[in-house]
């Protein structure tokens, strides 16, 4: 099967400004899951989506958000960038069924913001 | 909780050597422990996992062990090698809320 796949995999973008990323899991994965990056602060959870409804969420500002749509391909979105969201966000995929929570990570985003 | 105030440990060790990564958890609830390889520029990759009800399991050149008493794992890599060289993370699952927490990872250099 092919990995989780995430794009674009750079990004630049000014102070003020939205982004937003894509996440495509596992084929038959429901579960996906966004993660930040920073040398900082680790590795860090957004939130997680299941059948298109959130389920649980990190501790993180409104400005983060996130969407699942039904063939289970996910989005994040952040607006009003400020400097400190130069990360590397991670997106997870896992079928999440009984004995099968592993998460599967794709590459990664690399965001850097000016 | 949250990793926080990043040193990252790191660990040197000779081609060859066995090499064992330990990792403090914090929360007494977790019920679901993976290690992650993470090399630079990519994402983290799954090694192993290990369930609360074991406390130790097998994989190709790796072992993982639990120690729930004190909340501990370990993660022991035989005969590395040069290709092993990477950050190392654990993460729990505090059960059924559908969200990993990380170690603070460990920076695994491997010397030919």
């Known amino acids: 099967k092919a990995g989780v796949t995430q794009t674009p995999r750079y990004l630049i973008k000014t102070r003020g400004q939205q982004v937003t990323l894509s996440c495509s899991p596992i084929?038959?994965?429901?579960?996906v899951s966004w993660y930040q990056q920073t040398p900082g602060q680790g590795l860090q959870f957004l939130f997680e989506?299941?059948?298109?409804?959130?389920?649980n969420k990190g501790n993180f500002p409104g400005r983060f958000s996130g969407r699942q749509f039904s063939n289970s391909r996910s989005e994040m979105n952040v607006s009003t960038l400020e400097l400190g969201d130069s990360a590397l966000y991670l997106c997870?995929?896992?079928?999440?069924?009984?004995?099968?929570?592993?998460?599967?990570f794709g590459p990664g985003t690399r965001l850097l913001v000016l | 909780g949250e990793s926080v105030g990043l040193h990252l440990p790191t660990l040197s060790v000779q081609e060859g050597d066995n090499s064992i990564i330990n990792c403090a958890y914090s929360?007494?609830?977790?019920?679901?422990f993976i290690w992650y390889k993470q090399e630079s520029g990519k994402g983290p990759q799954f090694i192993i996992d290990?369930?609360?009800?074991?406390d130790k399991r097998q994989g190709q050149r790796v072992t993982v062990l639990l120690n729930k008493t004190v909340k501990h794992l370990s993660l022991q890599i035989a005969a590395t090698q040069p290709g092993d060289s990477a950050v190392y993370f654990c993460?729990?699952?505090?059960?059924?809320?559908?969200?990993?927490?990380f170690g603070k990872g460990t920076l695994l250099t491997v010397n030919p």
């Open positions: 997870a995929s896992s079928p999440q069924r009984a004995g099968e929570e592993t998460q599967y």
């Open positions: 084929s038959g994965h429901r579960s």
């Open positions: 989506y299941f059948s298109e409804t959130q389920r």
């Open positions: 929360n007494s609830a977790s019920d679901y």
């Open positions: 290990i369930r609360s009800n074991m």
């Open positions: 993460a729990e699952n505090p059960g059924s809320n559908y969200k990993l927490t």
